[in-house]
């Protein structure tokens, strides 16, 4: 199949599949009804009529791909409680292969977000940073299950998942397997050697500064793909579209303008479209603009959202 098609067809989708690795978290939301203030202080009193439970973070980027038709495997992390055995079932009910380490030491990521009147009130996180051997075991899991996939996409949370990733990286490229990462915090030298990593645009200025202008940011995106040996580098830019920095120059594609509802999870979807279409044979200049079609897709929905195939190629 030639790469430089535009268009996969569902067959060669649903032949695709991405290894997802990263920190898992439950996604939930509690709404309800705002008729009054409390007398006990000036916030608002929910009424909790609905509870509603997603998978989250890295575990909703395996979902993302699942949705596209094609397959996912995840790998991560969680607690020997009740959030993270939701979790494992939520992942088992939505068909993603499912590779969970529990650490009883762990308490398992939840981000709460409390929802009135369809707008979010307020959000409370529940974490704790997952121990070693139970990543050293993850290591070892990953080189067995790494070579049956077509991309692997390790997606940092910050949440301490990922603390072998230099290891798992170089296992996985010298498979000849591409590797995307969605990277957080300053410290990326841990990503060298990916094929492709997709920071935003405040992610990115953490790294390497701020810029004044476009031919700024493809000397610093340039120098920082050099220094770390990666393909590409993918910058989204939010309501600016994004722009791949690769051996050819730069490519920018502009946003899709639709209305913005929630930007939550976008992120996910841009990441998890690019590795599913690249594990399809799609090259990253011909992936990339479906990619932010598929991001200006998600923003237009609630909450940590995925789109289809029918969404994407339409």
């Known amino acids: ?44 009193v ?12 890295a575990a909703n980027v395996a979902y993302n791909v699942i949705t596209l038709g094609a397959r996912a495997s995840f790998l991560g992390v969680v607690g020997d409680d009740e959030p993270g055995r939701k979790l494992e079932a939520l992942l088992r009910e939505t068909g993603i292969a499912t590779h969970l380490k529990r650490d009883p030491g762990l308490r398992t990521t939840v981000k709460l977000r409390v929802i009135g009147r369809h707008q979010q009130l307020l959000r409370m996180d529940f974490e704790s940073e997952p121990d070693h051997e139970a990543l050293a075991s993850q290591t070892e899991i990953f080189a067995q299950l790494a070579p049956a996939h077509g991309a692997v996409l390790f997606s940092d949370y910050g949440k301490g998942g990922l603390a072998h990733i230099p290891a798992m990286i170089s296992a996985a490229r010298a498979a000849g397997q591409p590797v995307l990462v969605d990277p957080k915090g300053s410290d990326y030298a841990r990503y060298s050697g990916a094929t492709v990593i997709t920071p935003n645009r405040a992610e990115l200025q953490q790294v390497v500064g701020s810029w004044r202008d476009a031919d700024e940011l493809a000397r610093k995106a340039q120098r920082l793909r050099a220094e770390l040996e990666l393909d590409a580098l993918l910058v989204t830019l939010g309501e600016d579209g994004m722009t791949l920095f690769d051996a050819k120059g730069a490519l920018h594609v502009d946003a899709q303008a639709r209305e913005v509802f929630d930007v939550t999870g976008a992120g996910d979807t841009v990441i998890a479209t690019l590795a599913t279409l690249v594990a399809a044979g799609m090259d990253m200049r011909h992936a990339m603009p479906l990619a932010n079609k598929a991001g200006g897709i998600v923003v237009g929905k609630f909450g940590t959202a995925t789109v289809s195939y029918e969404e994407l190629f339409s």
């Open 1 to 44: 199949m030639s790469s430089h098609v535009n268009r996969i067809s569902k067959q060669q989708l649903a032949k695709a599949s991405v290894l997802v690795v990263g920190d898992a978290m439950l996604d939930r939301y509690w709404h309800g009804a705002v008729d009054r203030i409390s007398p006990e202080a000036p916030v608002p």
């Open 46 to 57: 929910v009424k909790v009529s609905r509870e509603e439970e997603r998978v989250g973070a």
